[in-house]
C-alpha cells in the first residue's frame, strides 16, 4: 500500500475544500453571523493544519486500483469530518453525530436533514450546506483531477474516477483522463448557471436562485425553506423539474451532443429506458392523484411531474407532501427510488444502466435454458456485454440488498414503523432524501437515535460511492503490503 500518495491527495483534497469554505466565510462576515465565521475560521484551520501535515515530503509515484479504492473512501470521509465542524464550531447544530450526518447528507447529494428548522441556520451556513451538493455531485477528487496540472496527476488518474464516479462503468470521453474530468466539469459548471439564470428570470432571489441551482446540479435537495420549493412558483418549480431531470442524464450523452452526433446521442439506450420510465410514471400518477385536485389534470400533472423527476433523480426537492398521497402513487415512487438516474449522472440509486444490463443478463440466461446449444450475446448500445461487466452488476446488487437488509434490521432497534424505517435506508442508501411515514418530505430524520444516525451516515456513503470504496476501508487484505 503506497500510504505516501494516499496521505499526499487527501492533504490536496483539505486545501481544496478550505478554499470551498472561503465564500460562506465571505458571507458570514457580510451578514455580522460572527458565531458561523468563529466555526468556518477554526474549520480553515484545522485543514489547513492537516493538509500541511499530509503532504510534507511529496507523494509517491504511481497508484493501483487497490489504492484508488482506498483513497476514494478516506477522502470522503474525511472531507465529510472536517466539512461538519462549521455546523459544529458555531453552535448551529449542537451534536457533532448529527453535524457529520447533516454534512455527509450533503456531499453525497442525499439531502436528508435532522433540521426541524431550516430557516434558524445562518445564511453562511445554509450557502455552506447547499454547496457540499453541488461539490459532491460530480465528486470530490473529480473535481481535483479537473484542475490539477495533468503533469501532477502521477498516473493515478483512471483509478480516482472509476472509484469514484457512479455506474457500472466510467465513459472515456478523450484519452486522457485528465481532460476527460474537465470537460464533465465544463458542462457541469455551464449547466447550473444556466438554471440560475432562468430562476433569476422568474424573479427569485439570487441566494435562493443560487443554493437551489446547487441542490438540482448535485441532485442533493437541500432547500433553504421549511417547506422545500412548495412556496415558488410554479414557473420556478417547472424550471426545477426539467433540470433534476437534465441532471439525472449520464454527462457522456451531453459530450457526445457537443460532438455534433446528434442521432448517437438521441438514440443511446439509457436514455430512451430512462425517460420511458419517467414518463410512463407521471401519466400514472397524475391519473392516480386526479382526484386529489379536484379533477384539475394540470395541477395533478404539475405535482406529478416535479415529484418524479425528484424521486426518480434522487434529488429530494418536494412541492407538496406525497406522504399523503394514494398508496399506489406512493407505491411507484418507492420503486424509482431504488431505480435512480442514469450512470454516470449526478444521480443516486442503482442508476438505469445496471437495470437493463440486469435484465439482458436475465433474458439471455432464460433463452440459454430453452436452447442450451445456441450462443447468445447480451448487448447495449449494440455493443457485447461482457461477463466482467455482468458479474460486477450482479456482485453489485448482491451486496446492495445485503447492506439494505442488514440497516434495516439495525435501525429498527428505535422502534419505528417498518414504512419508516425502510425508506429510511432506502432514502439514505439511494441519497434520494425524503422517505415515508416519520421521514416524509415535510419531516426529518431527527427521530432517529444517535446509533441509527450512523447506520444511515455509513449508507449515505456506501450508496454514493457505489458500496466497494466504502467496503474496502473494512477489508483486511486491503490494507496488506
Excluded at 319 to 346: H, K, Q, Y
Excluded at 386 to 399: E, K, L, P
Aim: glycine share 8%.
Amino acid at each position: 500500500m503506497n500510504y505516501r500518495i494516499i496521505l499526499n491527495l487527501m492533504g490536496r483534497i483539505m486545501i481544496v475544500e478550505a478554499l470551498f469554505m472561503l465564500p460562506p466565510l465571505a458571507i458570514a462576515v457580510y451578514c455580522d453571523e460572527w458565531p458561523a465565521v468563529r466555526g468556518f475560521l477554526i474549520a480553515v484551520a484545522l485543514l489547513v493544519a492537516v493538509a500541511v501535515w499530509w503532504t510534507r515530503g511529496g507523494g509517491a509515484r504511481g497508484m493501483d486500483a487497490r489504492e484508488g479504492f482506498v483513497t476514494v473512501g478516506l477522502v470522503w470521509l474525511v472531507v465529510s469530518l472536517f466539512g461538519a465542524v462549521p455546523f459544529y464550531a458555531s453552535g448551529a447544530i449542537p451534536s457533532y453525530i448529527d453535524c457529520v450526518f447533516e454534512t455527509v447528507s450533503g456531499f453525497t447529494t442525499t439531502g436528508s436533514s435532522i433540521l426541524a428548522d431550516v430557516e434558524a441556520l445562518p445564511q453562511s451556513l445554509l450557502y455552506w450546506r447547499s454547496f457540499t451538493h453541488w461539490v459532491g455531485g460530480m465528486g470530490v477528487l473529480v473535481f481535483l483531477l479537473a484542475v490539477a496540472p495533468a503533469r501532477h496527476n502521477g498516473g493515478y488518474a483512471m483509478h480516482l474516477l472509476r472509484a469514484e464516479s457512479p455506474g457500472p462503468q466510467v465513459d472515456k470521453l478523450v484519452p486522457r483522463m485528465h481532460q476527460t474530468a474537465k470537460i464533465l466539469y465544463s458542462i457541469y459548471v455551464v449547466m447550473t448557471v444556466v438554471q440560475i439564470v432562468l430562476l433569476l428570470a422568474g424573479n427569485m432571489p439570487l441566494f435562493d436562485a443560487v443554493t437551489t441551482s446547487f441542490g438540482t446540479a448535485g441532485t442533493g435537495g437541500f432547500g433553504i425553506k421549511n417547506d422545500s420549493l412548495a412556496g415558488y412558483s410554479p414557473y420556478i418549480q417547472t424550471v426545477t423539474t426539467v433540470f433534476m431531470a437534465l441532471f439525472g442524464v449520464n454527462f457522456s450523452v451531453y459530450y457526445i451532443l457537443l460532438t455534433g452526433a446528434f442521432s448517437r446521442a438521441l438514440f443511446n439506450e439509457e436514455l430512451r429506458v430512462y425517460f420511458g420510465i419517467m414518463l410512463a410514471a407521471i401519466a400514472v400518477i397524475t391519473w392516480n392523484i386526479l382526484p386529489m385536485f379536484g379533477g384539475d389534470a394540470g395541477q395533478a400533472l404539475h405535482h406529478a411531474a416535479f415529484q418524479v423527476s425528484s424521486v426518480m433523480t434522487t434529488t429530494g426537492f418536494s412541492t407538496i407532501d406525497f406522504n399523503l398521497w394514494p398508496e399506489f402513487s406512493r407505491a411507484v415512487l418507492t420503486v424509482l427510488m431504488i431505480l435512480g438516474a442514469c450512470a454516470g449522472s449526478t444521480g443516486g440509486g442503482i442508476k438505469t444502466a445496471r437495470l437493463i444490463i440486469l435484465f439482458k443478463s436475465a433474458k439471455k440466461e432464460i433463452s440459454q435454458l430453452f436452447h442450451p446449444r445456441s450462443v447468445k450475446l447480451a448487448r447495449m448500445d449494440g455493443n457485447v456485454l461482457s461477463n466482467d461487466i455482468i458479474h460486477a452488476v450482479n456482485a453489485y446488487m448482491s451486496v446492495y440488498m445485503i447492506v439494505l437488509a442488514a440497516s434495516a434490521l439495525l435501525v429498527s432497534l428505535d422502534e419505528l414503523s417498518m414504512e419508516t424505517n425502510l425508506t429510511a435506508v432506502l432514502s439514505c442508501l439511494n441519497n434520494i432524501g425524503p422517505g415515508f411515514g416519520m421521514v416524509g418530505p415535510m419531516s426529518n430524520f431527527s427521530v432517529y437515535s444517535d446509533f441509527s444516525k450512523i447506520i444511515l451516515t455509513a449508507d449515505m456513503l456506501i450508496g454514493r460511492l457505489e458500496i466497494f470504496p466504502v467496503l474496502a476501508l473494512f477489508a483486511p487484505s486491503t490494507w496488506r503490503r
